[in-house]
């Protein structure tokens, strides 16, 4: 059998436990053997220290990228809102603008109908004018046929008187 700290045999178990217990040299190795252990542990320890130190880092860090990520939906949530508010503000300005167009459109097309309107007066007036002075020309000409007439009558008169 043989011993795990100084690597001597012995024959029985019970002799190997002995020397375990009795032997300076192998003690000394034990004790040596077992601040290895401690400061082994030690070590284990720090690492286990250290993965715990960087798991709740990362829990931290996690916990921050969440709050990052609902900061980033609220912040994307108010940029559409506002996006929106934008948007409804934009079409109001155009809606208004358009209802000026449109207002402007219709008071263009009133003074369009009244030029045109005032154009018809002048035409008709000019077609009352010109009837008018059809008219003088026609009660001209109808004197004129009178005086005709008169004179004819006259002639015609004048010559049953003669005979
Ligand atoms: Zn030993």
Redesign the pocket.
Known sequence: ME?E??K?TYPTQSKLDL??KI?KI?LK?QEKDDKNTKNEEKAEEKVEEKAEEKANEKHDRDDRDDRDDEETEIDLLYKETMGHTRSWAKSKKEYKNSSTEREKELLLYILQLEARLSEKDKYITKLLDNLQDKFKQVAKADFKIDRLEDTLWKIVKQSQDDI
């Open positions: 011993c700290f100084c001597k020397h375990k032997s192998c190795i």
